[in-house]
T-cell receptor
Framework: GAGVSQSPSNKVTEKGKDVELRCDPI?????LYWYRQRLGQGLEFLIY????????KSGLPSDRFSAERTGESVSTLTIQRTQQEDSAVYLC??????????????FGPGTRLLVL | GDSVTQMEGPVTLSEEAFLTINCTYT??????LFWYVQYPGEGLQLLLK?????DKGSNKGFEATYRKETTSFHLEKGSVQVSDSAVYFC???????????FGAGTRLFVKA
């Protein structure tokens, strides 16, 4: 497909377990973003990757959260020792123009995480 | 810091009614402004954008004008359709930056 894909679409886990969320950006998009959307709230920026530059991790809420991206391909967001407050929809977006101009971000459908 | 405030939903309208979803922002510098839409079961997608004061973004019958004097970017449509039912997000990004700040979203229901 031509769009951003994410997996799994839904994830239910127990408190304390680790989870890994995956994002496949649109081919050729140099920039990749992760956001978190809690119920009834706006999108909260988590992390930004641009090409081979060091990622901007300033939005990660705690050291339990980490993300990786190899080159301009797949990214994984890992949450260790999950807590109930981690329950949210995790959205990934990619874009062609990395910064500066008002480029369009293309969003994936999200992964809905529920921590019991 | 930068922020976006949009009207709370849900907004329920009958088909062919006029729609306004208010959005105001706080930002340093001269941000670009966006409206994103999320249809049921789909990912967010850009609806329209404006990059400078007095610009009007438009798409699919929706319009929003960048008003610097009132720091607003209200979304309007003259005649809504059932297919417009979705969640609408107002957002901004400051010049030279990459972080996009989103509002909380406004859910729109359009009844036939």
């Amino acid at each position: 497909g031509a769009g951003v894909s994410q997996s799994p679409s839904n994830k239910v886990t127990e408190k304390g377990k680790d989870v890994e969320l995956r994002c496949d950006p649109i081919s050729g998009h140099t920039a990749l973003y992760w956001y978190r959307q809690r119920l009834g709230q706006g999108l909260e920026f988590l992390i930004y990757f641009q090409g081979n530059s060091a990622p901007d991790k300033s939005g990660l809420p705690s050291d339990r959260f980490s993300a990786e991206r190899t080159g301009e391909s797949v990214s994984t967001l890992t949450i260790q020792r999950t807590q109930q407050e981690d329950s949210a929809v995790y959205l990934c977006a990619s874009s062609l123009v990395p910064a500066g101009g008002p480029e369009t971000q293309y969003f994936g459908p999200g992964t809905r995480l529920l921590v019991l | 810091g930068d922020s976006v405030t949009q009207m709370e939903g849900p907004v329920t309208l009958s088909e062919e009614a006029f729609l306004t979803i208010n959005c105001t922002y706080t930002a340093t510098g001269y941000p670009s402004l966006f409206w994103y839409v999320q249809y049921p079961g789909e990912g967010l997608q850009l609806l329209l954008k404006a990059t400078k004061a007095d610009d009007k973004g438009s798409n699919k019958g929706f319009e929003a004008t960048y008003r610097k004097e009132t720091t607003s970017f209200h979304l309007e449509k003259g005649s809504v359709q059932v297919s417009d039912s979705a969640v609408y997000f107002c957002a901004l990004r400051n010049t030279g930056g990459f972080k996009t700040i989103f509002g909380a979203g406004t859910r729109l229901f359009v009844k036939a």
